[in-house]
């Protein structure tokens, strides 16, 4: 079975903090993605890769960057977490150029206080 | 810029009633459309996907979508709820980010609750 593994599930941050939230797959996917995942908002994409250093802006990039060193680990940085922040986040991968089906963690939340 | 609407942010049916969750699309090339399932505090769960070949697709637990191009309609149907149907479902669209990959386009979702 594919496996998504998001570093934590639960975090609490403060303000101003610089924060990290690391993303591992082990089934050689080329793409993977992070979405931002909110009451009433559904799942909004905010930067996905489809290969090793490479990346591009989704949706909602603002406020957030990405690193991707190695195939399998994809991480989401918040430069300066602030209050609105606070959410789930949830990481993806897919196959190169497949039908686009995702295979996803089971989402980090994320409290920034 | 292809899109999912989900009709009804909320649906409550009693166990043993029909669950019919309402999603459409727009795209301007035949798509790729996704239901998942997300239970509380879990990531999402792959029901069923319909990748252009049979427009009725049978997925897990149940759950069945019809694929009907010319209502650009994708619905998800169970014949008889069960209370561990209580979820939320998301719709889905691949959409061609690139020449390299597909993102998938989400609807708002949908809250399914069930009672006895």
């Known amino acids: 079975d594919v496996k998504v593994t998001q570093s934590s599930r639960y975090l609490v941050k403060r303000t101003g903090e610089k924060v990290f939230l690391e993303c591992v797959q082990d089934?050689?996917?080329?793409?993977m993605f992070w979405y931002r995942q909110d009451p009433g908002l559904g799942l909004r994409l905010i930067y996905f890769?489809?290969?090793?250093?490479?990346?591009e802006k989704g949706d909602i990039p603002e406020g957030y960057s990405v690193s991707r060193e190695k195939k399998e680990r994809f991480s989401l940085i918040l430069e300066s977490a602030s209050t609105n922040q606070t959410s789930m986040y949830l990481c993806?991968?897919?196959?190169?150029?497949?039908?686009?089906?995702?295979?996803f963690g089971q989402g980090t939340r994320l409290t920034v206080v | 810029a292809q899109s999912v609407t989900q009709l009804g942010s909320h649906v409550s049916v009693s166990e043993g009633a029909l669950v019919l969750l309402r999603c459409n699309y727009s795209s301007s090339v035949p798509p790729y459309l996704f239901w998942y399932v997300q239970y509380p505090n879990q990531g999402l769960q792959l029901l069923l996907k319909?990748?252009?070949?049979?427009?009725l697709v049978k997925g897990i637990n149940g759950f069945e979508a019809e694929f009907k191009k010319s209502e650009t309609s994708f619905h998800l149907t169970k014949p008889s709820a069960h209370m561990s149907d209580a979820a939320e479902y998301f719709c889905a669209v691949s959409e061609l980010a690139n020449q390299a990959g597909t993102a998938l386009i989400f609807g708002k979702g949908t809250t399914l609750s069930v009672s006895s």
């Open positions: 993806a991968s897919s196959p190169y150029m497949g039908t686009g089906e995702a295979f």
């Open positions: 319909y990748t252009s070949a049979a427009t």
């Open positions: 089934m050689d996917h080329e793409n």
């Open positions: 890769s489809y290969d090793v250093k490479m990346k």
